[in-house]
């Protein structure tokens, strides 16, 4: 079985006026509930406000759970935050924390929502209200765990490195297309900024050149993995060129990656963008069902053991 972390809030009624296109975690949902009895299902709790308020200012902690943003930081996430989107943006954290607690039981879990990557400590930014990675692995490394987070959007992971920064048990790796959003980088643990247009060879060549190092030298005992599907040729704010079997791959790397190594990885989803959204749901679940099948069948016999190469 592949366990789904997933909560009715993820669901939310789309605010006006909003750029995002809403509607995606429900047809995620509702593709993987086609898997039937493949998938056991996890209903996480809602993120305690301390957690939340130890990756992100306290000020804005309580200006998104009052409902009460000011319209300037609504405009950089992109979408009012009413308090159905406040109790949303207090359970996703709360899902990636508890895939990550079945990851490190099960092997792997995916929270179907979370990826908030552009979040920053005083603001939302980018689609993102408070940035679910940082505000789990925060929590992880302060219960003793060793965390790698592995950003494959298409976007930097600029939150997430920018509030994790220093943490002596995070590491933030990311690979991302280096002329998009944010203009303004922050500094991950290590970045591999890729130059527009560029294809599943040369992906996969950065990916399995630059990541194996920073794994072994940090020598994670979980991986988050922030699984974007946007680095697709057809999405419609990434600027890279890779197709399914790109994606695909990329994914399997990574899984293959810290499988090898007995480390348990938790996903979550994150940007996929486009009119077609059952396309782009789609892409997420396969996501999510290639790392379940890898770690289903990888799991337990690899444990601990040196990888084969
Ligand atoms: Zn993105």
Redesign the pocket.
């Known amino acids: 079985m592949i366990a789904v972390v997933h909560h009715p809030d993820y669901v939310a009624e789309a605010p006006r006026p909003s750029t995002y296109r809403w509607g995606k975690n429900g047809a995620i949902r509702d593709l993987l509930l086609e898997e039937g009895d493949a998938v056991a299902w996890h209903q996480p709790a809602a993120a305690p406000r301390a957690w939340i308020e130890a990756a992100h200012d306290p000020a804005y902690v309580a200006e998104v759970l009052g409902a009460s943003v000011p319209r300037e930081k609504e405009r950089r996430i992109g979408f009012p935050v009413t308090e159905t989107v406040a109790r949303r943006a207090q359970m996703v954290p709360g899902g990636t924390y508890a895939a990550a607690r079945i990851a490190l039981d099960q092997g792997f879990a995916a929270n179907t929502a979370g990826g908030s ?1 552009h979040a920053l400590a005083e603001t939302g930014a ?1 689609y993102c209200v408070f940035n679910d990675l940082a505000v789990a692995a925060l929590q992880l490394a302060q219960e003793g765990r060793r965390v790698l987070i592995v950003d494959v ?3 930097q992971g600029d939150g997430t490195a920018a509030l994790t920064a220093g943490h002596p048990d995070i590491a933030t790796y990311s690979i ?1 297309a280096d002329k ?2 944010p203009a303004r980088k922050a500094r991950s643990t290590l970045d591999v900024a890729l130059p527009d247009a560029t294809d599943d060879l040369g992906y996969l060549e950065a990916l399995e050149t630059t990541l194996p190092p920073l794994f072994d030298q940090f020598a994670p005992d979980l991986v988050l993995y922030q699984g ?1 599907v ?1 680095p697709f040729a057809g999405d419609r ?2 600027r890279l060129s890779l197709t399914d079997d790109g994606l695909s791959a990329r994914d399997k790397f990574v899984g293959g990656l810290a499988l090898a190594r007995g480390v348990p990885l938790a996903s979550t989803v ?4 486009g009119d077609d959204v059952l396309a782009i749901a789609r892409r997420h679940v396969a996501v999510i069902l290639r790392l379940g099948r890898l770690y289903r069948a990888g799991w337990g016999a690899g444990t601990g053991m040196a990888p084969a190469a």
């Open positions: 990557h980018g959007d298409v976007h991302h998009n959003f974007g946007d704010l990434g994150g940007g996929g963008y």
